[in-house]
């Protein structure tokens, strides 16, 4: 996937160019308020820049863009991006296993490597039939990286995944990166820097810009 010269209104007010691919992990990194959201909802198709192009396939999209482009593109990126929102991506009144039914037959999940992550995070399947919104944070998070993590598609972008993990089930969850990145492109927003040891590559959000940047924020802090 590649961007090029993208803005939106007065968030990234610079224009952005970077390459995201499979193979490789990619942190996006910044105060908050200054974009990273944002910038995840434009790689995931919910929302559109306001001018610049993104090449997905190798077909490119200009912005703005016109109304035929527009079911086309969102068709490619429903195909390549699994987004992970902080918990919105769970149906909050359903329960766990409505939640599981329903994903399971309208997205491009493996099943049975959906349940071997859930088993792997320490999932308590006593809580199935409980609602999402009656389950703690951490409960939800590792619903939600279950899926992610199960998706066929070739990109996962996740918002804060470490929110409410314990430390065994944050180890798990880094595991987890390191045997998908050989196949995806991860991207993650994430303010917990004890996470970034193994990325390639940091989306750093300031100043109305999105710049690509290749030093470890996680190097400064251990040395």
């Known amino acids: 996937m ?10 990234i007010k610079g224009p952005a160019s970077f390459e995201v691919d499979c193979g490789k992990m990619y942190a996006v ?37 016109g109304i035929l482009n527009t079911l086309k593109y969102q068709r490619a990126l429903r195909n390549a991006v699994l987004y992970i929102e902080d918990q919105n991506y769970l149906y909050q009144n359903l329960s766990c296993a409505q939640n599981i039914k ?10 049975e490597c959906f349940w071997e992550i859930l088993r792997n995070l320490e999932f308590n399947q ?43 089930s944050k180890k798990v969850f880094l595991d987890m990166l390191k045997n998908k990145k050989e196949t995806k492109g991860i991207v993650i927003s994430t303010n917990d820097i004890s996470i ?3 990325f390639d590559s940091f989306l750093l959000c300031e100043d109305n810009e999105v710049k690509m940047v290749y030093d470890n924020p ?4 251990s040395n």
């Open 102 to 111: 329903y994903y399971m037959s309208v997205g491009n999940f493996n099943k």
């Open 126 to 168: 006593n809580v199935l039939d409980k609602r999402i919104n009656e389950l703690s944070l951490g409960t939800k998070q590792k619903i939600s990286l279950s899926f992610a993590f199960s998706s066929v598609r070739p990109f996962i972008l996740l918002d804060e995944p470490t929110l409410g993990l314990d430390i065994d």
């Open 2 to 11: 590649i961007l090029e010269k993208i803005s939106k209104s007065h968030v």
């Open 196 to 198: 970034l040891k193994d």
């Open 218 to 221: 996680y190097d400064k802090i």
């Open 29 to 65: 990194i910044g105060k908050n308020g200054k974009g990273k959201t944002t910038l995840l909802r434009i790689l995931s198709g919910n929302v559109f820049p306001d001018n610049g192009r993104v090449t997905l396939n190798e077909e490119t999209y200009c912005f703005p863009i």
